[in-house]
């Protein structure tokens, strides 16, 4: 029986994986950086153990408690929007902390038991923002590209050893926290000083009110087939937004 252990499970897309993974019959590893009980049904197939991406004591003690892992998901992630002009450097040191080198910082981790076991496929959940240009993103952006980068260069490093890299690129959701955590719950006016207030408003207009979205089963589903992907497909855009942002890329 396979074991995957997944990143930032408490809710939204990390929730939907575990739960998908554990349907298929697996052993799910759901980490959260602070263990929430009822948020997923814990059985001796599915536990949850706690794991913070920006503090590596936390990795290491999480691995110790899963012991052999076949794959890693590392879903983790944390929003910024706004103009960079008014974006703190603190806060965009924390967005990088969790967005990527708390990806690194897991990835780090396992690699040596995947090496040395000859198998093994990590995950990276990046966003359809790599895909497309769009502002009020830039640190964000800025973050899941790094990991776009990171990722294609260590599937290469990996590949002589039988270890994958892949990325999920998923579009954005109405379901899961991440929209809400985006603004703090709040107007993104805040967020969007003058003199950019009356450009950003209709920039927020747009993206509020597109066609398409994307589920947090697309996202479950899209990283179980990049899981099982024998073609050597590096990325896999997630959910029908985000689709058809790479068709029109
Ligand atoms: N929803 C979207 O529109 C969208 C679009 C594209 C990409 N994504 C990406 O998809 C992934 C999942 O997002 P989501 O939509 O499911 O959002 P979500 O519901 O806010 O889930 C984010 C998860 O990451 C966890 N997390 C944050 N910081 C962490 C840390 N330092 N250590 C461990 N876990 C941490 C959160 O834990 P807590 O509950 O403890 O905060 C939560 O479990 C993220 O990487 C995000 O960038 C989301």
Known sequence: MK???ITGASSGYGRETARHFHSQGWNVIATMRTKRVGVLPESDRLRVVELDVTEPETVTAALETAGSIDVLVNNAGVPSIGVFEGTPMVRVREV?????FGVMTTTQAVL???RERGSGVVVNVTSSVVLGHMPLSAV????KMAIEGFSASLALELAPFGVLVKTVEPGACLTTNFAARATNGGSVDELVPEPYAPWAKSVMDDLTGQELYTEESDVAETVWRAVHDTTGQLRFPAGAD???LAQAK
Do not use: I
Not at 140 to 143: D, G, I, L, V
């Open 112 to 114: 040596r038991q995947f």
């Open 3 to 5: 074991t995957v252990l």
């Open 96 to 100: 990088f902390e969790t967005n990527t």
């Open 140 to 143: 964000y952006k800025a973050s």
């Open 242 to 244: 985000a689709v058809r």
